[in-house]
């Protein structure tokens, strides 16, 4: 029976590094959304500039906004491609264990606090 009660302690650990993986992986995917957006602006603002002729200060600015939008995609992409590899890690731990016990074990919540029972939703 201890036996099953460590697989099981780390099969939770396990979850928990997925769930974590998974929200890194869900926050960089909306980094990414957001550069990819700054990104598609600021071609728009090349183009009404290349459109306009505007000055060489402009130019630069532009220049400079674009490499700084570009550096930022590609970090969030870099920062992606690890996360995304080390959910992959946490999904093949936490399925092991799923064919070693047959179950992931799901933690037990955590028990409501009686003292807090007047600051319930439901009231």
């Not at 928990?16 to 926050?27: H, I, K, P, Q, S």
């Not at 995917?29 to 603002?45: V, Y």
């Not at 920062?79 to 731990?93: F, N």
Request: negative net charge.
């Amino acid at each position: 029976m201890g036996d099953n009660a460590d697989l099981e302690k780390r099969a939770v650990e396990a979850l928990r590094c997925y769930r974590e993986a998974l929200a890194r992986v869900e926050g960089l995917e909306q980094e990414e959304a957001a550069a990819r957006r700054a990104l598609a602006d600021w071609q728009g603002r090349v183009e009404i500039a290349l459109f306009n002729g505007r000055a060489s200060p402009g130019r630069s600015h532009l220049i400079q906004t674009g490499q700084t939008t570009i550096a930022r995609l590609h970090e969030v992409r870099f920062a992606m491609s690890e996360a995304t590899a080390a959910l992959d890690s946490a999904y093949r731990a936490l399925a092991a264990f799923d064919d070693e016990l047959g179950y992931i074990p799901i933690p037990g919540t955590a028990k409501p606090d009686p003292t807090d029972a007047a600051h319930s939703p439901e009231e």
